[in-house]
């Protein structure tokens, strides 16, 4: 089945660049997903990126996606203290369905 | 436009007993889902609904778990009896087509 990889944790300055890395393993998924969590609440979708796309960019967010290396990327510019948070990355299963999650990805923003 | 509802936010009970969680879509998601996140995971399907019907429950275990759907709107999922390993929290996401799903704020269920 499908499996979704991430770092664990990245630590940046205020205003620079994030950039979150994934892998994914079934090239078959339809949609691909970036998800954010602030600690006790639910998910929160930033932005997902269908597979037939190669970037997707909404404002600060800019997601990179390179099918034939099943590897997915999301930017953040001029992070923001605010931006601390865990981070999934989000494959669609086999059947376009549900979602695979990575484990996510906690990112530190220092000010 | 109100966002997926979940009740209650909070659970503790003891190994053995039983507990229930309540889910309320978004007004028009015909697609419901129940995922479980253990501490330090991403989420874990455990169901998808289609309006009533089940779409996909190959891994809720059947023995314990249990999760319904009436007519088509609100969800309950069951744990009974419940185990130390269930402590987690339980997601509720409704979606109105394929490619987005939207998250609830979760029920945190700890066993003791």
């Known amino acids: 089945g499908e499996d979704v990889e991430q770092s664990l944790f990245l630590s940046v300055r205020e205003g620079d660049s994030s950039v979150i890395n994934c892998t994914y393993t079934?090239?078959?998924?339809?949609?691909l997903y970036w998800y954010k969590q602030e600690p006790g609440a639910g998910l929160q979708l930033l932005t997902y990126?269908?597979?037939?796309?190669d970037m997707k960019q909404d404002q600060r967010l800019t997601v990179l996606l390179n099918k034939k290396d099943k590897h997915l990327s999301l930017r953040i510019a001029d992070t923001q203290t605010g931006d601390s948070a865990i981070y999934f990355c989000a494959a669609s299963n086999q059947a376009g369905t549900a979602l695979i999650f990575g484990k996510g990805t906690t990112l530190s923003v220092s000010s | 436009e109100a966002g997926v509802a979940q009740s209650p936010r909070y659970k503790i009970i003891e190994k053995r007993q039983s507990v229930a969680f309540w889910c309320n879509p978004i007004?028009?998601?015909?697609?419901l889902y129940w995922y479980q996140q253990i501490l330090g995971q991403g989420p874990k399907l455990l169901i998808q609904f289609q309006n009533n019907g089940v779409v996909d429950d190959s891994q809720l275990p059947k023995d314990r778990f249990s999760a319904e759907r009436l007519k088509g709107v609100d969800s309950t999922l069951k744990i009974q009896p419940a185990k130390l390993e269930d402590s987690a929290v339980y997601l509720c996401?409704?979606?109105?087509?394929?490619?987005?799903?939207?998250f609830g704020p979760g029920t945190r269920l700890t066993v003791t």
């Open positions: 990126i269908f597979s037939n796309m």
């Open positions: 996401a409704s979606s109105p087509h394929l490619y987005e799903q939207y």
């Open positions: 079934d090239s078959s998924s339809t949609y």
């Open positions: 007004s028009g998601h015909a697609t």
